[in-house]
């Protein structure tokens, strides 16, 4: 394995999807090298809901279900935490009938989110296009998804790796860096097409 130095230094590549650290590692390395271009996906924090209200809401979903409330997730943060611009560009895109999704409960926009997959998808792709014309990057960090697991739903995990790896060529200005700690990190787990192609997009910090 490669000094802990350089290794942390394909941190900043923008094609370094999967960060295999432990969750204290994690938080450490967010405090110490985040750019103001990085922005919080998930964490474990008030800003985010609970594992077990998430997985409680989607217990009887599909992966697609998921994938929609990982996307509509994405959508809220960008609108109420993210970029000032960035949020005002995509409001201005909302259509009317789409109050929902600054709220803070997942229930008040997942179902929104459930419906209108495609349509979130497209307003990303736009967003996306957005930040190439203002020459910007933005990286959506996601931490702290182990207690997804510990309260019994590896699928979250799955299913977020999975939206990300499947928009590596889609979208080419708003990437993810998802921090996990490295036992959960398994192929057999991930079940999605083209999940063993994973490893030349990830780097292991510690063992």
């Known amino acids: ?7 942390e230094s394909r941190i900043y590549d923008p094609n370094t999807l999967l960060i295999l650290t432990s969750p204290e ?3 450490q390395l967010l405090w110490s090298k985040a750019q103001p271009n990085w922005v919080c996906g998930y964490a474990l924090d008030d800003s985010f809901p609970a594992p077990e209200v998430v997985i409680e809401l989607l217990k009887n979903e599909d992966m697609i279900g998921w994938r929609a409330f990982w996307l509509g997730l994405l959508i809220r943060y960008l609108l109420v935490e993210g970029p000032t611009e960035l949020g005002d560009f995509i409001r201005q895109r909302l259509p009317r009938d ?4 600054e709220r803070a409960d997942v229930s ?11 349509e979130i998808n497209d307003l990303i792709d736009e967003a996306d296009e957005y930040l190439e014309r203002i020459e ?4 959506v960090t996601y931490r702290g998804l182990e207690t997804f697991d510990a309260a019994g739903s590896y699928v979250a995990i799955r299913a977020l790796i999975g939206l990300w790896f499947d928009r590596l060529r889609r979208w080419r200005h708003i990437r993810a860096k998802i921090f996990l700690r490295p036992d959960l990190y ?3 787990r991930l079940n999605f097409p083209d999940a063993s192609k994973l490893s030349a997009y990830l780097i292991r910090l510690d063992e």
């Open 136 to 139: 910007r990057d933005l990286f």
């Open 98 to 101: 789409w109050p929902n999704l």
């Open 25 to 27: 590692n994690a938080t």
């Open 1 to 7: 394995m490669a000094s802990l130095d350089v290794a």
């Open 108 to 118: 008040a926009w997942y179902d929104l989110a459930r419906t209108n997959i495609s």
């Open 186 to 188: 398994h192929v057999g």
